[in-house]
T-cell receptor
Framework: AQKVTQAQTEISVVEKEDVTLDCVYETRDTTYYLFWYKQPPSGELVFLIRRNSFDEQNEISGRYSWNFQKSTSSFNFTITASQVVDSAVYFC??????????????FGQGTILTVHP | DADVTQTPRNRITKTGKRIMLECSQT?????MYWYRQDPGLGLRLIYY???????NKGEISDGYSVSRQAQAKFSLSLESAIPNQTALYFC?????????????FGDGTRLSIL
């Protein structure tokens, strides 16, 4: 069975602080995909990034960066110089490339990020 | 226009009623999914379909049924609604080619069962 754990239920920061959201996953498959989604207060789910298990390069997109470490089964998300508009619920998710979990996302519980002005 | 459209956006109904939530997409994706979101639990998969003739149960299918009427349409039914089915429901689609493309979500249906 696969599992995604986001240990931080809520994080509160002040604008311009850097913040890291943790994600730890469990899977028996050697090929899998990891995702981050953002859910702003308006409620929709916005895709942020997809990373496959063979690509351990870190990725940066503007103020967002992701650190994938297979050795610790982690896929952490960092927001640099946070802004009020970053306030949202963030979900980490895992999808296996084969087996009975093929094509199905397993989500973490979500982390509520609040950025105060 | 939204690529993945859910109707209705909000619904309040009573215990025992039959409810249908509808999802349509213009993305041309083969795969469609229904999830429910509860506070502190993330999103959990109810049913999914990889093409028109394919229906599969997800993690929490009891009390729900689905119909894939066409490639673009996937509806979720609650035959006899109960209060613990109060939740935010999402439909999603994905291309399913070249391995595990991202799922694209509708804006959600907020369902309250009294």
């Amino acid at each position: 069975a696969q599992k995604v754990t986001q240990a931080q239920t809520e994080i509160s920061v002040v604008e311009k602080e850097d913040v890291t959201l943790d994600c730890v996953y469990e899977t028996r498959d050697t090929t899998y995909y990891l995702f981050w989604y953002k859910q702003p207060p308006s409620g929709e789910l916005v895709f942020l990034i997809r990373r496959n298990s063979f690509d351990e390069q870190n990725e940066i997109s503007g103020r967002y960066s992701w650190n994938f470490q297979k050795s610790t089964s982690s896929f952490n998300f960092t927001i640099t110089a946070s802004q009020v508009v970053d306030s949202a619920v963030y979900f980490c998710a895992l999808e296996n490339a084969g087996g009975t979990s093929y094509g199905k996302l397993t989500f973490g519980q979500g982390t509520i990020l609040t950025v105060h002005p | 226009d939204a690529d993945v459209t859910q109707t209705p956006r909000n619904r309040i109904t009573k215990t025992g009623k039959r409810i249908m939530l509808e999802c349509s997409q213009t993305k041309g994706h083969d795969r469609m999914y229904w999830y429910r979101q509860d506070p502190g639990l993330g999103l959990r998969l109810i049913y999914y379909s990889f093409d028109v003739k394919d229906i599969n149960k997800g993690e929490i299918s009891d009390g729900y049924s689905v119909s894939r009427q066409a490639q673009a349409k996937f509806s979720l039914s609650l035959e006899s609604a109960i209060p613990n089915q109060t939740a935010l429901y999402f439909c999603a689609t994905s291309a399913g080619i070249l391995g595990n493309q991202p799922q694209h979500f509708g804006d959600g249906t907020r369902l309250s069962i009294l």
